[in-house]
């Protein structure tokens, strides 16, 4: 009922920015955070950045300063701005949704994921 869809992904040469959005749609009643997650070849899938409501937000140290997550106009939408790209930032990008149900009971929410690629 709930889905979780990832845009932006794509091929971008070390130095440049790409700008991911995720949407969430669907009966929930709040979400509590969002968050990035990526994943390369032959790595564990490892946390990028999050940010709660409210404005909090977290990143990994290897993006920090570089990386910037946010909520967009839709209250269901979020992004993350990519800036200053380096290869090892190549993986899958998957966006996480936490929050809660009419009743009140923690759900999450994965999306599928987009391609990243950085690359001369």
């Known amino acids: 009922q709930v889905r979780v869809v990832e845009s932006g992904g794509g091929l971008v040469q070390p130095g440049g920015s790409l700008r991911l959005s995720c949407a969430a749609s669907?009966?929930?009643?709040?979400?509590?955070?969002m968050g990035w997650y990526r994943q390369a070849p032959d790595k564990e899938r490892e946390l990028v950045a999050a940010i709660i409501n409210g404005g909090p937000t977290n990143y990994a140290d290897s993006v920090k300063g570089r990386f910037t997550i946010s909520r967009d106009n839709d209250k269901n939408t979020n992004s993350l701005q990519m800036n200053n790209l380096k290869p090892e930032d190549t993986a899958t990008y998957y966006c996480?949704?936490?929050?809660?149900?009419?009743?009140?009971?923690?759900?999450?929410?994965w999306g599928q994921g987009t391609q990243v690629t950085v690359s001369s």
């Open positions: 996480k949704i936490g929050g809660l149900t009419a009743l009140r009971s923690t759900a999450v929410y």
């Open positions: 669907g009966n929930i009643f709040s979400i509590n955070f």
